[in-house]
């Protein structure tokens, strides 16, 4: 590989990086290590797998169909696979994770500087925060460049700092004993849905497969081995810097119990690591996570829907419509958010992965109705689960558990393959054909 594209790759890559690393992915590893003590491993790969490995695969099915959402999905069914997209890009996008970001921002990094928290701060700060989102993705063709470039190195050397200091001067003795009662592989599952990763590499694929384009490589397969490339840069990031965020985290599991508020957990961390100084590090860490997703997320969003528009609606409009809606929303703060938000990931998360998941054994399956039992039996368990869990329904509950890798937060799994199976002996009129161009596509 020569210079030029190897720092085409890095420069996408660090781009990635700073687009999945956003609220929940500097909130939820120190909470893992906080519960688990000791073993903070098995909570961390947990939350790796639902995190990076999954939002990889994701990342690998789209850069197959060259970045065309729908086409992805699509053999589950055009309307189905738009629906469960939609849902997808507004969860990462206005509903919950572009609000989410602005909101971290107020409450983890600029409210323990200043001291006090009120309203009237924290609309400002809003303006501020998606006054420069707006301004910095109002030009998609920069956007990656901007956040590959400058603000990602200004990121990691701000967390670099802190990991390596609290490795160094430990800030207190980690527990031999877990403080929740719940498997800790399957809290890091569940913590690592949230973090929204998984949804948002449906969106983040095609912006990293643009600009792997804009930057002149045109071959399909070039393109799909550099795209991979810039992921792995990203995943492996990613994993250090959970790592090292989970470890600081196990450190208080003996001073600090389970109910500690994540976002007031990595302010302890940061003024136990650096004294006072830690809140200004600490801001500076968290406004460049936060923004660097929204970018992201913000851009991702408007492209998505200017395109299945066909143009009508402007890229530009969508980018101001985001801004303003999720300003708006960002000031009912991270816990409404964060509460409102899991019972949608529980349903459409594990929806996406399943159709995503069967998409790589596409060639050997030929009738389409496979997918759409693995997609529809899905969709079924996972309402079932997010519902007997809010309306108590013990009977349902106690069925749903009961099923294989539910204990790791999969009970879907078989049902989706039992699905599939029976779909495939369902004859169907529309099958895929392959398409020497992209791989694949309807009649």
């Known amino acids: 590989m020569n210079n030029k594209k190897a720092l085409d790759v890095l420069v996408v890559g660090f781009a990635l990086f700073s687009m999945f690393f956003g609220a929940g ?78 909101a971290t921002t107020y409450e983890m990094g600029i409210a323990p500087i200043l001291g006090f928290e009120s309203p009237i701060a924290k609309l400002i700060v809003s303006i501020v925060f998606f006054g420069l989102t707006l301004l910095l993705t109002i030009r998609p063709s920069k956007v990656v ?17 802190l990991i390596v200091m609290g490795i160094f001067t430990p800030i207190g003795d980690v527990s031999n004993t877990q403080l929740i009662e719940n498997n800790l592989f399957a809290e890091g599952v569940e913590q690592g849905y949230q973090t929204l990763d998984t949804l948002a590499a449906v969106a983040f694929s095609t912006v990293a497969i643009t600009a792997i384009a804009q930057r002149g490589y045109t071959d399909s397969k070039e393109k799909i081995k550099l795209t991979l490339q810039a992921g792995v840069i990203s995943g492996i990031f990613l994993a250090v810097v959970y790592a090292g965020l989970t470890y600081l985290g196990s450190m208080l599991s003996t001073t600090y119990g389970a109910d500690t508020p994540q976002a007031t957990l990595m302010v302890i961390i940061t003024n136990a690591i650096l004294g006072k100084p830690g809140k200004i590090v600490l801001g500076i860490i968290v406004s460049l996570a936060c923004l660097t997703t ?21 890229y530009e409009s969508i980018v101001i419509g985001v801004s303003v809606f999720s300003l708006v929303l960002a000031n009912f703060g991270v816990s409404t958010i964060i509460q409102f938000s899991a019972p949608i990931l529980q349903i459409v998360c594990p929806v996406l992965v399943a159709i995503i998941a069967t998409t790589f054994l596409d060639k050997y399956i030929k009738n389409d109705n496979a997918f759409k039992g693995v997609a529809y039996v899905t969709l079924l368990v996972s309402i079932l689960s997010v519902g007997s869990s ?3 329904l013990t009977q349902i509950s106690n069925l749903l558990s009961k099923l294989p890798l539910a204990q790791y937060g999969f009970n879907w799994v078989l049902p989706a393959i039992l699905g599939g199976v029976v ?7 529309s099958n895929v054909k392959v398409n020497k161009k992209i791989g694949y596509n309807l009649n």
């Open 25 to 102: 992915n500097l909130l939820f590893p120190p909470y893992l290590g906080l519960v688990s003590g000791d073993s903070w491993i098995i909570s961390l790969s947990g939350f790796i797998l639902t995190d990076i490995i999954l939002a990889l695969v994701v990342v690998m099915a789209a850069v197959k169909f060259d970045g065309d959402l729908d086409l992805t999905l699509s053999r589950a069914g055009k309307k189905f696979a738009r629906a469960i997209i939609i849902a997808s890009i507004l969860c990462i996008g206005p509903l919950l994770a572009i609000p989410r970001n602005g």
């Open 145 to 161: 460049d901007i956040i590959g470039k400058f603000l990602t190195p200004a990121l990691l050397l701000c967390l670099g700092l």
């Open 294 to 314: 929204s970018i992201g997320l913000t851009s991702s969003t408007a492209t998505y829907f200017s395109t299945i528009s066909n143009g009508k609606v402007k």
């Open 390 to 392: 809010l309306f108590t």
């Open 423 to 429: 779909g495939a002996f369902i004859k169907t009129k």
